[in-house]
């Protein structure tokens, strides 16, 4: 089994930056892709950014340019830079990874919140 613990949500005036931290445990060792997706209220969950194990990446079209996802294989851990935030950013963040033990797994979440 793979846990997920996400943290560095927060509450951020729109043009602000916070980093998002998802600590993996467990079965590491089967961990394969990761990415951050987000839910907005009333919206569907939606993939935000995404890096292999190798480390190439991809994002959604809304937040190219402005954030940036990266990974620490060395401590299990992938980060989400977010910076120029926007209120419709607002959202619950979710960690995702791909394990061969346990498929694709999520963490709990951590609440954004960008005020106008």
């Known amino acids: 089994q793979v846990q997920l613990a996400e943290s560095g949500g927060g509450l951020v005036q729109a043009g602000g930056s916070l980093r998002l931290s998802c600590a993996a445990s467990g079965s590491i060792f089967s961990i394969g892709p990761m990415a951050w997706y987000r839910q907005a209220p009333g919206k569907r969950r939606e993939l935000v950014a995404a890096i292999t194990s190798g480390g190439s990446t991809n994002y959604a079209d809304s937040v190219k340019v402005r954030f940036t996802i990266s990974r620490d294989n060395a401590k299990n851990t992938v980060y989400l830079q977010m910076n120029s935030l926007k209120p419709e950013d607002t959202a619950v963040y979710y960690c995702?990874?791909?394990?061969?033990?346990?498929?694709?797994?999520w963490g709990q979440g951590t609440q954004v919140t960008v005020s106008s």
């Open positions: 995702n990874a791909i394990t061969t033990v346990s498929g694709s797994t």
